[in-house]
């Protein structure tokens, strides 16, 4: 976590801090996807994303989806490569968080309607309230709210997460409004968390919490990891549960991207200080650092403010 230095010794050169700043969030994620108007059409209806831009590049069309002016994710058209394998490591979900209760009532409505995707279970983990899907092309879908930070347990130094049932009906009836409904994509929502299958945890901690700088909050939960930045409960998760074992991704459609947003450029510098320090290859373009974890997944750091532009060039 970054600290301010006092002007009067600061020194040149990058930091060498060891964890991610505390303002540290997760940016849009992107996806390869097979059909491309398919896809948008799903996520428009069933989560009430926008398209905000798009941009052809070859083959591909890359188009920008979000909520006002946020962008939640980029998908990529790229229908000659084959389905998600749910078993190679990649994505498991990726986790939109709302402000409120009414705004995820009415997302989970909308995209309980929708035929295309499927519902795959609710859960309450003492931290937050999730709904899950799986979209028409079988990418993990959480929508999610927040408990207070007040009211998040801690014990033997980690956050305290657990899996109870969560009545989606129940929830449903005491939280879904009319207005929220006919709000759709005014309603804030965001990128809160990306959940991740890797082959081997340890190999996953090396990386994300000992490279990237997040901090392991929870190392208890049977077959997984997560971890985050500033005390969240978690901005990755890393499981073994399907992908046990496995080595680097074969190319399919699906995750293309996990992305990271710092606050400054001394964050980026601290982390090619650690990345150097662990002999890691990365690519840094001035406002952003890339690099692929050990299954070749690609990771992007980048500057906040990510524009639809920015989003559309990586």
């Keep these: 976590m970054s600290t301010p230095t006092d002007p009067q010794t ?15 969030t997760m940016d849009a994620v992107t996806l ?61 979900h990726t986790a939109f968080l ?20 499927r519902f795959v279970g609710s859960s309450d983990h003492a931290v937050s309230e999730a709904f899950y ?27 305290l997460m657990d899996t109870t049932y969560l009545d989606p009906n ?16 005014a309603l804030a929502g965001r990128v809160g968390h990306v959940h991740l299958q890797v082959g081997d945890l340890a190999r996953a901690e090396a990386f994300y919490v000992g490279a990237l700088g997040f901090e392991a909050t929870m190392k208890e939960y049977p077959g997984a990891l997560f971890a985050s930045a500033g005390g969240y409960h978690h901005h990755v998760a890393m499981n073994v549960w399907n992908s046990a074992g496995s080595g680097p991704r074969a190319a399919t459609l ?21 990345l150097r320090a662990r002999g890691l290859a990365f690519a840094d373009d001035g406002r952003a650092i890339t690099l692929r974890d050990p299954w070749d997944t690609h990771v992007t750091v980048s500057l906040p403010a990510t524009t639809t532009q920015e989003l559309l060039a990586r």
Excluded: K
């Design 254 to 274: 699906g995750l293309a991207d996990v992305a990271v947003s710092v606050p400054a450029r001394d964050d980026l510098d601290a982390l090619a200080a650690r």
């Design 170 to 185: 129940e929830f449903l009836r005491r939280h879904l409004t009319q207005d929220a409904l006919d709000a759709g994509p």
């Design 98 to 117: 709302f402000d409120d209760q009414p705004g995820l009532a009415a997302t989970v409505y909308r995209a309980a309607q929708d035929p295309r995707g």
């Design 133 to 159: 899907f799986a979209d028409p092309e079988g990418n993990g879908i959480e929508l999610y709210t927040d408990r207070d930070r007040s009211l998040w347990l801690h014990a033997r130094g980690q956050i």
């Design 10 to 24: 600061a020194v040149s050169g990058p930091r060498t801090d060891d964890v991610l700043d505390a303002a540290t």
């Design 32 to 92: 390869h996807v097979g059909d491309l108007e398919g896809m948008t059409s799903y996520y428009t209806e069933a989560l009430a994303m926008e398209p905000l831009e798009e941009r052809s590049r070859g083959r591909e069309v890359h188009r920008v989806l979000g909520r006002g002016t946020t962008p939640m994710m980029r998908l990529v058209h790229t229908p000659d490569l084959p389905g998600v394998d749910p078993h190679q490591p990649g994505l498991f």
